[in-house]
């Protein structure tokens, strides 16, 4: 049974309700309680609270961005673009929020790491298996991937799952071949568990995609491969602002996952997204 009262107390039809039997309605949707009670910090540091929720926020955005992709991938199989399109787009302005949320981090000091770095002990980001099922989404598969997860069967499970699942980019290609475009047999039935390779003959399928963008057969295929670039980009934004944060906070020295730290992370950033979407553009 609820009650409404307004700010005196006494009742109003205007004012929110006040009386719940149990939790709140909002705390059983929201699980606030369970969400802000999640920060078992690792030292005394008053810096390390933010390093862990800015953390925290970066997996929450990383599940829903996860949820896009899968929905975008499952909406190309079955030759809907636009419910495709829209989850896309969607994941456009989640990304940006991931990206925002650097900022908090962005400018650390190695005497502000430093103040809780060992509390870490090796804990790193590398092990997160939400950001690997979003790589894995975008084609960048690795068994080995798997390897830190294995304690972890519920997590292992899921990322076997996604490494033998089409990626996203997958789903792309095998709808560009559907559509008539000449995707080589090979890339369509490539090893889902390998990481995508570039191919000079999707190459050539953007570029003859992006000569003619306003061909009513494909203009929606062209669309779809702008939208993708997007997504391209901000992911290499989200790297980079990683590696100029990581830069600023320990300079060269080795990570908490035992990688030899920025130099690793340089490397990575450099990995093009969507690869032939970003080369045929040098054709077109
Ligand atoms: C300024 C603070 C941070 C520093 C200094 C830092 C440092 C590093 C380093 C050195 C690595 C390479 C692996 C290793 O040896 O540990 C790494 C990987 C990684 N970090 Fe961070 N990190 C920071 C913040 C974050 C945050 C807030 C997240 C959000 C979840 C994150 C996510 C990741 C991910 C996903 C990887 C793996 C990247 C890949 O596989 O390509 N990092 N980080």
Do not use: C
């Amino acid at each position: 049974m609820s009650k409404t009262l307004d700010a005196s107390g006494v009742g109003g039809s205007e004012t929110p309700n006040l009386d719940f039997d149990g939790t709140t309605p909002y705390e059983d949707y929201v699980q606030a309680d369970v969400l802000t009670h999640l920060q078992h910090l690792r030292s005394d540091d008053p810096g390390e609270m933010v390093f862990l929720v800015t953390t925290q926020v970066m997996e929450l955005w990383f599940t829903v961005i996860v949820h896009e992709w899968e929905t975008a991938a499952k909406a190309l199989r079955e030759d809907r673009i636009q419910v495709a399109m829209d989850a896309l787009k969607r994941s456009l302005r989640e990304l940006e929020a991931l990206n925002a949320s650097w900022r908090p981090l962005a400018q650390l000091t190695p005497g502000q790491f430093n103040a809780y770095r060992a509390a870490l002990g090796e804990g790193s980001g590398f092990q997160s298996a939400m950001y690997r099922r979003m790589e894995f989404l975008l084609g960048e598969k690795s068994a080995s991937m798997l390897v830190p997860h294995r304690g972890a069967p519920r997590v292992h499970a899921e990322l076997e799952k996604a490494l033998h699942e089409p990626s996203l980019y997958d789903e792309v290609l095998r709808l560009l071949a559907r559509r008539g475009l000449p995707v080589p047999e090979a890339v369509l039935n490539r090893d889902l568990s390998q990481r995508y390779e570039p191919s000079p003959e999707v190459e050539a399928v953007w570029t003859g995609l992006y000569a003619a963008p306003d061909d009513n057969e494909t203009v929606d295929l062209h669309r779809l491969g702008e939208v993708l670039t997007d997504v391209a980009e901000l992911v290499w934004r989200w790297r980079n602002d990683h590696l100029v944060a990581t830069r600023r906070a320990m300079g060269a020295k080795t990570g908490t996952g035992g990688s030899a730290g920025v130099t690793w992370l340089e490397k990575r950033a450099t990995k093009n997204v969507f690869p032939e979407l970003w080369t045929a553009r040098s054709y077109v």
